[in-house]
């Protein structure tokens, strides 16, 4: 199991180092990671963690939105590192050209897979090429705009690249909800100009040339035609890129906002989600567990509903070479734990068989016990049950499997979105 990670923007720190090549040690000179914005109001936020190796000594800095706090520690001859951040120590392990360490911040899990600091060549390399993909992204937008039929998994490949990429929708999902109420409410000016901002910034964003086909259907036909073609081509493309049942067949994403048309249109309902998960073949992965809802006939003509439990995957190697064309690299995974992001509410559905059993003078609104019965599914091909003690909005538990007893540890807020850990044994 793996843990879900976190994502941040590149800074660099100051200071000299000495090249590899004359390096102390193998592990000498300088080294950068993004961390990406947890979940929960105490880890939301993006950070960079830059620092420098020198004669195995480690000094740095993790740069918060709010704040910086200090890295020092030491790496070994075998690439062991001990470090902490601040007060709260971490541990890691340093290869050649990568490392993998962990921490916790006294609030969640910290986890970061980096690499060496491109040197003044490499970042020249990188911003050219960048600037390439930049002109070929902005080329397709002006002949989509146009009318003209274009490659639209490129458009994706490319939009990576561009100033505003904006991955996980902080930048336009206000938006467009503003936008979708806005059409609903008969207010297609409204609509139209808060759609012409959300495409400036993400010009692959299917439900906002949907709405602007729709507030256009009276007024301009043949603009209305142009948009919707766009939606219908970025859909087309988007679902043709994979059937997300495994790594080799996962959807090829470019923001979150892609991966949540495919699961609406999927009808999955997300349970959990692991994110970036370095696939075996070395590909980074979004793992989404998930309810899928099946309406069909029974033997006696009865409308029947089913659930089941299902995993999609989501390529996000795009999120990788967005973030490698700003000078930076980032991913994250860690062999024994697996953070898994939850909500909870009144009533779950039935396939989980979730029970709430309330307990007296608590504080939270989901204090109690909780149990689930958890199907077997894919390679675990076993069922298993979690059994949950909430109290004080503070998650402790354990899931039984055939073979093994884990731990579960972890927090729920007040809106009923929980963070917790599942420890294995060993």
């Given at each position: 199991m793996r843990t879900v990670a976190v994502m941040i923007a590149a800074a660099l720190v100051t200071g000299t180092a000495a090249s590899p090549a004359a390096a102390a040690t193998p592990f000498d000179g300088k080294w950068i990671a993004d961390i990406s914005a947890g979940n929960g109001p105490t880890c939301n936020y993006t950070s960079t963690l830059t620092?420098?190796?020198?004669?195995?000594?480690?000094?740095?800095?993790?740069?918060?939105?709010?704040?910086?706090?200090?890295?020092?520690?030491?790496?070994?001859?075998?690439?062991?590192?001990?470090?902490?951040?601040?007060?709260?120590?971490?541990?890691?392990?340093?290869?050649?050209?990568?490392?993998?360490?962990?921490w916790f911040n006294?609030?969640?899990?910290?986890?970061?897979?980096?690499?060496?600091?491109?040197?003044?060549?490499q970042?020249?390399?990188?911003?050219?090429?960048?600037?390439?993909?930049?002109?070929?992204?902005?080329?397709?937008?002006?002949?989509?705009?146009?009318?003209?039929t274009i490659d639209t998994a490129r458009l994706r490949a490319e939009y990576?690249?561009?100033?505003?990429?904006?991955?996980?929708?902080?930048?336009?999902?206000?938006?467009?909800?503003?936008?979708d109420a806005a059409a609903k409410g008969g207010d297609c000016a409204g609509a139209l100009e808060k759609t012409d901002e959300i495409l400036k910034t993400d010009f692959t964003n299917i439900r906002a040339h949907e709405?602007?086909?729709?507030?256009?259907?009276?007024?301009?036909?043949?603009?209305?035609?142009?948009?919707?073609?766009?939606?219908?081509?970025?859909?087309?493309?988007?679902?043709?890129?994979?059937?997300?049942?495994?790594?080799?067949?996962?959807?090829?994403?470019?923001?979150?906002?892609?991966?949540l048309h495919v699961l609406a249109g999927r009808k999955i309902q997300v349970k959990a989600r692991q994110t970036e998960v370095r696939g075996s073949d070395g590909h980074y992965y979004d793992e989404?567990?998930?309810?899928?809802?099946?309406?069909?006939?029974?033997?006696?003509?009865?409308?029947?509903?089913?659930?089941?439990?299902?995993?999609?995957?989501?390529?996000?190697?795009?999120?990788?070479?967005?973030?490698e064309s700003r000078g930076g690299d980032r991913g994250r995974h860690h062999p024994m734990i697996s953070r898994v992001n939850m909500r909870f509410s009144a009533s779950l559905l039935p396939a989980l068989s979730l029970l709430a059993m309330p307990m007296p003078a608590l504080a939270g609104p989901f204090d109690g016990k909780w149990f689930?019965?958890?199907?077997?599914?894919?390679?675990?091909?076993?069922?298993?049950?979690?059994?949950?003690?909430?109290?004080?909005?503070?998650?402790?538990?354990?899931?039984?499997?055939?073979?093994?007893?884990?731990?579960?540890?972890?927090?729920?807020?007040?809106?009923?979105?929980?963070?917790f850990v599942v420890t294995r044994p060993g």
């Open positions: 620092f420098i190796v020198a004669d195995g000594a480690l000094q740095g800095q993790n740069q918060n939105p709010g704040n910086k706090r200090p890295v020092q520690g030491h790496v070994d001859t075998d690439g062991t590192v001990n470090f902490t951040v601040g007060t709260s120590p971490g541990t890691g392990k340093f290869t050649t050209d990568h490392f993998d360490i962990t006294g609030h969640c899990d910290r986890h970061a897979l980096g690499n060496r600091m491109p040197d003044a060549g970042q020249a390399a990188l911003a050219g090429e960048r600037k390439e993909h930049q002109a070929a992204y902005a080329d397709l937008v002006r002949r989509a705009q146009a009318g003209e990576v690249y561009d100033e505003n990429w904006d991955f996980y929708g902080n930048k336009v999902n206000g938006r467009l909800t503003e936008a709405i602007r086909s729709d507030c256009l259907a009276d007024s301009d036909r043949a603009r209305a035609r142009i948009e919707s073609g766009i939606a219908h081509a970025l859909d087309d493309s988007l679902m043709a890129s994979g059937d997300g049942d495994g790594e080799k067949t996962a959807y090829v994403v470019s923001t979150m906002n892609d991966e989404i567990q998930g309810i899928s809802i099946h309406s069909g006939f029974g033997a006696y003509g009865e409308t029947v509903t089913r659930a089941s439990v299902k995993t999609v995957y989501f390529n996000v190697d795009s999120f990788v070479k967005g973030r689930a019965d958890i199907p077997a599914q894919n390679r675990c091909n076993a069922v298993s049950s979690m059994e949950l003690v909430v109290a004080d909005s503070q998650i402790m538990g354990k899931i039984r499997n055939p073979a093994n007893v884990v731990s579960v540890s972890g927090k729920v807020d007040d809106t009923g979105n929980a963070i």
